[in-house]
C-alpha cells in the first residue's frame, strides 16, 4: 500500500512524525508543492494521511505551501479524498470537514497538542509535561498500529490511549474526540 502523507512544516507538530515513521512505502510531503500536485499525490497513493493545525474549514498550510491561501487540505481538495475510504486527518476540528464532505478514515474533533489550546479548552492550569504524555502517548499507540485495518487501529487505540486518559486531562479530552467513519 501507497501512502501520502501531508504534514506541513511546523516545530509544533513535530512529535507527530512518530505517527508515520513505521510506514513502509510512504511520500511524505512537508511543503513546497501546490494543492494540484497535492491532488495528483492523493490519487496516485492508495492512503492519505493529513495531520497539524488546521479548522473546520481544513489543514492550515502554515505558509508551507505554494498558492495554498492558508489551506492545504480544504473544500477544494475535498471531492478527490472522497475517493478513498481509509485516510487519516488529524488536525483540530477535523470531524467538521470530515462529517460536512462525508469523508471516510480516522480523524480528531478539537485535540489539544499546545498548553494554549489547554487553557482555551477549559483546562486552566495545564502544565506542560501533561500535554507532552497526551501527545507522545497518542502517536505512539497509533504507530504501533498505523499498518492494521482501520477498525482494528481504533479499537486499540481507543483502549490503550483510553488508559492515559484515565489520568491525563488532556488525553481525557482528546479521548472523547477521535472517531471512526468506514
Not at 39 to 62: A, C, N, P, Q, T
Not at 82 to 87: A, M, Q, R
Not at 101 to 118: P, T, V, Y
Not at 165 to 173: C, D, K
Request: charged share 20%; net charge positive.
Amino acid at each position: 500500500m501507497k501512502t501520502l502523507i501531508i504534514h506541513p512544516k511546523d516545530r509544533s507538530t513535530t512529535f507527530l512524525d512518530i505517527v508515520y515513521n513505521p510506514i513502509p512505502n510512504k511520500t511524505v510531503i512537508t511543503g513546497g508543492v501546490t494543492k494540484h500536485k497535492i491532488k495528483k499525490l492523493i490519487k496516485e497513493h492508495d492512503r492519505v494521511m493529513m495531520m497539524g493545525h488546521g479548522s473546520s474549514y481544513g489543514l492550515f498550510s502554515v505558509g508551507m505551501f505554494k498558492n495554498a491561501n492558508g489551506f492545504i487540505i480544504d473544500q477544494t481538495i475535498a471531492s478527490t479524498l472522497k475517493e478513498k475510504n481509509n485516510s487519516v486527518f488529524i488536525w483540530c476540528n477535523a470531524d467538521m470537514f470530515v462529517n460536512h464532505h462525508n469523508l471516510k478514515g480516522f480523524f480528531s474533533g478539537m485535540f489539544i497538542s499546545e498548553i494554549g489550546e489547554a487553557y482555551y479548552c477549559g483546562l486552566l492550569g495545564t502544565k506542560q509535561r501533561v500535554v507532552d504524555e497526551s501527545n507522545f502517548g497518542f502517536c505512539n499507540i497509533l504507530s504501533e498500529v498505523i499498518n492494521e485495518p482501520q477498525e482494528s487501529a481504533y479499537k486499540h487505540i481507543m483502549s490503550k490511549y483510553g488508559r492515559i486518559a484515565e489520568s491525563n486531562p488532556v488525553a481525557l479530552y482528546n479521548h472523547k474526540r477521535l472517531y471512526l467513519s468506514i
